[in-house]
């Protein structure tokens, strides 16, 4: 069905990253790829003045060991990693755009006011994707 899948995943959220991914699995064609992406939000420069300077650096080597450890080596399904620094939406959307992807898939966390029908990020993705997305609640 689909050649090159991204799966955006929010680690605080792993059991819905999980189901994601298994259904990323059940929509790729053989030979094709799915990419886990997980983009950290930037920390204003106010808050990050207090921060120790390493902290963005182990932020991302823990969410790259999380991502990594969401790949099931026994699949034969080819899937790679990333982690990318800024907001989550553009992340993702540049992500699609730079691998070429066919389809994004994004998990909807329980709205707020604002976003009633489905969260702010995938609301940002289904607006603005060149591709497919399909979005699990």
């Not at 069905?1 to 059940?26: C, F, N, P, S, W």
């Not at 106010?46 to 969410?63: G, K, M, S, T, V």
């Not at 969401?70 to 553009?90: C, K, Q, W, Y």
Request: aromatic letters at 2%.
């Amino acid at each position: 069905m689909y050649g090159r899948i991204i799966v955006a995943v929010d680690l605080e959220h792993l059991e819905q990253a999980k189901a994601l991914l298994q259904r990323a699995t059940q929509l790729l064609d053989d030979g094709g790829e799915i990419r886990l992406i997980h983009a950290l939000e930037d920390v204003p420069g106010y808050i990050a003045a207090d921060l120790p300077a390493d902290l963005a650096e182990r932020r991302r080597a823990e969410a790259a060991v999380e991502l990594r450890a969401l790949i099931n080596p026994a699949l034969d399904i080819r899937m790679t990693h990333e982690v990318r620094r800024g907001a989550a939406s553009g992340q993702i959307l540049q992500a699609a755009s730079d691998s070429g992807a066919d389809l994004i898939m994004v998990a909807s966390h329980k709205p707020g006011l604002r976003d009633y029908f489905i969260g702010s990020t995938a609301a940002r993705v289904i607006r603005h994707a060149q591709c497919s997305v399909l979005v699990e609640r």
